[in-house]
């Protein structure tokens, strides 16, 4: 995957995460890890200071939390997502 594309992903990934708990580099790190995303710790702090800079999380100690601006992106990105799969996923089936 195109590493453009990947921090796209990545970004919804921690946008979902931030939904239900808040996030530090290391947590946020090994839960993409687990789901075989090509990351280093400097590119997930990256990512989390830039959803930061956008008003997406907000920054506190060494923890990001959620903020409403990110509660209302997510949920336009899940719109988005669900016909995007909808989609993809009908053009897959023969």
């Given at each position: 995957m195109l590493a453009d594309v990947q921090n796209l992903?990545?970004?919804?990934?921690?946008?979902?995460?931030?939904?239900?708990?808040?996030?530090?580099?290391?947590?946020?790190?090994t839960r993409?890890?687990?789901?075989?995303?090509?990351?280093?710790?400097?590119?997930?702090?990256?990512?989390?200071?830039?959803?930061t800079q956008e008003n997406f999380l907000t920054s506190h100690n060494e923890q990001f939390s959620i903020t409403g601006a990110g509660i209302n992106e997510f949920k336009e990105i899940q719109t988005v997502l669900n016909t995007v799969c909808s989609e993809v996923g009908e053009k897959n089936k023969v």
């Open positions: 992903f990545i970004r919804i990934h921690m946008l979902h995460l931030a939904q239900t708990e808040d996030l530090t580099v290391t947590d946020v790190l993409l890890e687990a789901l075989d995303y090509r990351v280093g710790e400097r590119e997930v702090k990256q990512e989390l200071e830039r959803l």
